[in-house]
């Protein structure tokens, strides 16, 4: 079969300013939404002036609204045909609230105010759907090659943790706005710091909004439902897609077990970081860059090592090594002895290791899931099958962020301590380190349950093309 066949088919393959655009978008969500993640609880209770409990059920109602908009924004992407493109447009019309929002959430002028976290809090996160569901389905309208999506995925995650990497960068552009206390050290994680946190938060989503418009002006739209089809797309098809696609289930409940461990971990990395170690914010970027550099070391070999041990095996093999970094990290701490900056380093890069490739590597599933879907059912519901994961990542994240927010209220964590106790250090130890790797050991075997191979899949998309070329 030739290549110019091949691509009138659906197999398109594409240049590499192509692959860098659509992974801009991901680096763009990173950029703003990760930002979220990692620091909103840690700005909520030591900046804003919540109880470790109040913000804990904030994140929870959040993610219980999530529940509610997400299959609506994926019925309503899939049924709708912008003249800008299906789901490219999505980029634009979604991302220029999301970053007025994400801003607002880290403004101080209502300190204290659970009103005010809620609206912006809420809004943000609904905003965010309105890019997130779109551009995943984005992802399976490019291409249908198997090849293809895998060196797509393992750009997209490239930018990503580039993304990723400016994010844990925040303590040090913090401290360049932050007051300075007498001895000259930057005052990052006090009320007094709030104008800080806020200029940080404008940058980093001005930046995310340039990177959606360019992502916005490199994706062409080339394996798309018919807009016929389109027009008959329902909010119940969510539920039943879920009931009547097998290899979609186990990916949602992976998505579920891996959030929450990515977002409790997160979470839990500042208190870490500012307690178990007493970090300067050097140290503490430090720390957090090598949460994202194997990404680049390991992420462009993704379509190397999958062909050498299969997608499973690769699963777990990464899995299995941030599972060792975890307990590296929680011995090291633990024992008086080895209780050395250096040595947490090298269980951050383990564990960052393992965590990085896993999680980075399941979003090219996705597109898998909608062609077995559209294989079973004859329409391509992608932005359905991209709500249905949203649905079910944010529900992972919702336990990243309401645990933590639990556990640091059984524990006595007080914001106004400069030193913690015994038992809420053990607290934050078993956020950044126990409870994330008893999450990769239930990871572990959901993902284990996946059926579709390779070659089952590139058979798949093949008939779905010889049926619509008859």
């Known amino acids: 079969m030739s290549h110019s066949n091949n691509e009138a088919k659906g197999f398109y393959k594409l240049s590499w300013l192509q692959r860098i655009g659509f992974g801009a978008g991901d680096m763009a969500q990173n950029l703003i939404y990760q930002t979220v993640s990692i620091w909103l609880l840690f700005f ?14 904030m ?23 912008p003249k800008w493109g299906k789901y ?23 300190s204290g105010s659970i009103v005010y976290a809620y609206i912006t809090y809420v809004g943000m996160s609904m905003c965010y759907t309105l890019v997130n569901v779109p551009y ?52 990052t994680n006090t009320p007094e710091a709030a104008s800080a946190w806020f200029i940080t938060m404008t940058i980093f989503a001005l930046a995310g909004l340039a990177l959606l418009v360019f992502s916005f ?29 097998r290899p979609l289930r186990v990916i949602a409940f992976f998505f579920i077990t891996a959030f929450a461990m990515m977002s409790i971990g997160n979470a839990a990395d500042a208190y870490f970081m500012s307690y178990n170690v007493g970090a300067t914010p050097v140290m503490t970027t430090a720390f957090m860059w090598l949460g994202t ?19 499973k095996g690769m699963f777990y093999l990464f899995l299995g090594t ?31 290791t393992g965590i990085i490739v896993a999680t980075g590597y399941m979003w090219a599933l996705i597109p898998e899931v909608v062609s077995y879907g559209e294989y079973t059912s004859g329409r391509r519901i992608a932005g359905i099958v991209n ?28 914001a106004e301590l400069s030193q913690q106790t015994p038992l809420a250090e053990q607290g934050i130890l078993w956020l950044v380190c126990v409870i994330p790797a008893a999450l990769l050991l239930l990871a572990i075997f959901i993902i284990s349950k996946y059926e579709l191979e390779d070659d089952v899949i590139d058979n798949i998309n093949k008939e779905i093309e010889a049926r619509s070329n008859n």
């Open 44 to 57: 909520y209770t030591n900046v804003y002036g919540l109880s470790p409990a109040t913000a804990a059920v």
């Open 59 to 81: 994140f929870l109602v959040v993610r219980l609204v999530d529940v509610l908009w997400d299959p609506l924004v994926g019925a309503f992407v899939d049924k709708s045909s």
């Open 88 to 110: 490219r447009s999505w980029l634009i019309v979604g991302g220029i609230p999301l970053v007025g929002l994400a801003i607002l959430c880290f403004w101080n002028g209502f």
């Open 136 to 187: 995943g389905a984005l992802n399976s309208s490019l291409t249908r090659d198997t090849e293809e999506i895998t060196i797509l995925t393992s750009t997209r995650m490239f930018m990503a943790n580039l993304g990723a990497l400016v994010v844990k960068s925040l303590p040090l552009v913090i401290a360049i706005f932050a007051p300075k206390a007498a001895d000259g050290s930057a005052i």
């Open 217 to 245: 002006s490199q994706c062409k739209e080339r394996v798309v439902m018919d807009q016929k089809e389109a027009e008959n797309v329902k909010v119940s098809d969510l539920w039943m897609e879920f009931v009547r696609n």
């Open 293 to 311: 550099i194997p990404a680049f070391i390991f992420m462009p070999l993704v379509p190397v090592i999958k062909r050498k041990i299969g997608k």
């Open 322 to 352: 941030a599972i060792v970094g975890m307990a590296m990290m929680y011995i090291f701490v633990s024992v008086p002895a080895l209780k050395q900056f250096w040595l947490l380093c090298i269980a951050q890069f383990v564990k960052s």
């Open 387 to 414: 709500a249905l994961t949203g649905i079910f990542f944010k529900a992972g994240m919702a336990l990243g962020g309401v645990v933590p927010g639990i556990v640091l209220s059984i524990v006595g964590f007080n």
